[in-house]
């Protein structure tokens, strides 16, 4: 079991960064495939960034590649998504997931645990 709380999401302009964080709860922390996916209001849950249960790999959306950087701290049962040069379509609920698996997926449903989100609002 894996318990997710968010942090850090928050009102910028365009062009400025933020730093999401993910903590998480449990022993099985390190043993997950952690993701980050996004919803904006009347779309579907999208996928942002993943990485392997030791950080050695990554991957990302398109719409995201080179702004967004994914890591995390397994000392810390910690996960981050450094968002830089951030647009307006940036906007959405921002969650974290956790898959307890070997391989990263981009489906949401592949992911059995779950954040309440953190809002991401990006002023033009």
């Known amino acids: 079991q894996v318990q997710l709380v968010e942090s850090g999401g928050g009102l910028v302009q365009a062009g400025d960064s933020l730093r999401l964080s993910c903590a998480a709860s449990g022993r099985t922390f390190s043993s997950a495939v952690m993701g980050w996916f996004r919803q904006a209001p009347g779309e579907e849950r999208e996928f942002v960034a993943a990485?392997?249960?030791?950080?050695?790999?990554?991957y990302y959306a398109d719409s995201v590649k080179g702004r967004f950087t994914i890591s995390r701290d397994n000392a810390k049962n910690t996960m981050y998504l450094q968002m830089n040069n951030l647009k307006p379509e940036d906007t959405a609920v921002y969650y974290c997931?956790?898959?307890?698996?070997?391989?990263?997926?981009?489906?949401?449903?592949?992911?059995?645990?779950w954040g309440q989100g953190t809002q991401v609002t990006v002023s033009s």
């Open positions: 990485i392997t249960r030791t950080g050695g790999n990554s």
């Open positions: 997931a956790a898959r307890p698996a070997l391989t990263i997926a981009t489906t949401h449903t592949r992911y059995d645990y």
